[in-house]
C-alpha cells in the first residue's frame, strides 16, 4: 500500500507503481485480486466507494494493525493472498508470515513509532 497510509484505489495503484509483466488491464485486474484477499484476510479495509462509468471504484486501507507494513510488491501481494487463503494457524503466525514475505521482497517495512 502506499507509505502515507491514504486509501488507494487498485487502478491509482497501478498508475503509481505499474506491475511489470502486465498490460495495464491485467494488472488493474491482478491487483483488484490480490486487494480483495487482502481484504478478506483482514489486512486492509475497503473505507469507502466511488460509481466511476458504470462501475464502482473501491478504495482500501491498511487496518489500523498493520500500518507499520508496506506491502507494494505485487510478488508479496500474491504469496500474502496464498497465506491467508490457506492459513489455518494463529494470528500471530500469520502475521510472522506476511513479515517474512514483505523482508524477502526486498521492500523494507516501516515503523510509524520512531
Known amino acids: ?3 502515507s497510509h491514504a486509501p488507494i484505489a487498485p487502478i491509482d495503484y497501478v498508475t503509481k ?3 511489470p509483466g ?3 488491464a491485467e494488472a488493474i485486474s491482478y491487483v483488484s485480486y490480490h486487494l480483495r484477499a487482502l481484504y478478506k484476510g483482514g ?3 475497503l473505507v469507502r466507494t466511488e460509481p466511476r462509468r458504470g462501475a464502482v471504484k473501491h478504495f482500501y486501507q491498511l487496518s ?3 500500518r507499520e507494513l508496506d506491502v507494494r510488491d505485487s510478488l508479496a501481494m500474491d504469496q500474502i493472498a496464498g497465506l491467508l ?3 489455518r494457524g494463529p494470528v500471530d503466525r500469520v502475521l510472522k ?3 517474512e514475505i514483505v523482508a524477502k521482497s526486498g521492500r523494507p517495512i516501516h515503523s510509524d513509532a520512531s
Open 97 to 99: 508470515d506476511v513479515a
Open 1 to 3: 500500500m502506499d507509505t
Open 17 to 19: 507503481f505499474g506491475v
Open 64 to 66: 489500523e494493525q498493520f
Open 43 to 45: 489486512l486492509i479495509d
Open 22 to 24: 502486465k498490460t495495464h
Open 85 to 87: 487463503e490457506q492459513a
